[in-house]
């Protein structure tokens, strides 16, 4: 999958990278990372996609933990961030509850796509994506002025780096 122009050049700048993007398929994450992490994600590995909603005096921030278990063993995470006060980003978070296969396509450092894997996103999933982006909306419907950056910010400080592991990882 070729890269869009916007998402080319947010890669370009970082080592290690995923977002979550429109796609004509429906919702999709990317994922850059080095070559050596890629041959730990080759095969039949265990992928889980976590939801989180931050609600902070600035708004809401619905992030998306994105975690591969490894072939040695250990855990690969990665996070992405929605802002639904605007309108795309809350249009691609609504269709992400609804779906029940999400693609992720994944790029070395050179920004070569590599592979791609697909996962079930079962109804549990979506109903709980659909009640954090609902309860998201209506934070923010409470929030005089947001402020997305210091939200998602707060939400970086605050929370544990391994919040999208699964238990016991």
Not at 81 to 96: K, M, P, W
Request: proline share 4%.
């Amino acid at each position: 999958m070729k890269l869009p122009a916007n998402i080319r050049q947010a890669f370009e700048s970082a080592e290690t990278l995923c977002v979550i993007i429109g796609t004509q398929d429906g919702p999709a994450f990317m994922l850059k990372s080095k070559e050596s992490d890629l041959k730990q994600w080759r095969g039949n590995r265990t992928i889980v996609i976590t939801p989180a909603l931050y609600q902070s005096d600035y708004g809401a921030v619905l992030a998306f933990g994105l975690a591969i278990h490894e072939k040695s063993g250990s855990w690969f995470s990665a996070e992405s961030y929605l802002n639904l006060t605007l309108r795309n980003e809350l249009e691609l978070a609504r269709q992400q509850s609804q779906i029940s296969t999400v693609s992720i396509y994944i790029y070395n450092q050179r920004l070569r796509y590599r592979f791609s894997k697909r996962i079930s996103f079962g109804v549990t999933d979506q109903e709980q994506l659909d009640s954090l982006i609902n309860q998201a909306v209506a934070h923010n419907l409470t929030i005089p002025q947001h402020d997305y950056t210091r939200a998602r910010a707060e939400f970086q400080q605050r929370v544990p780096a391994n919040w999208m592991l699964p238990p016991g990882a």
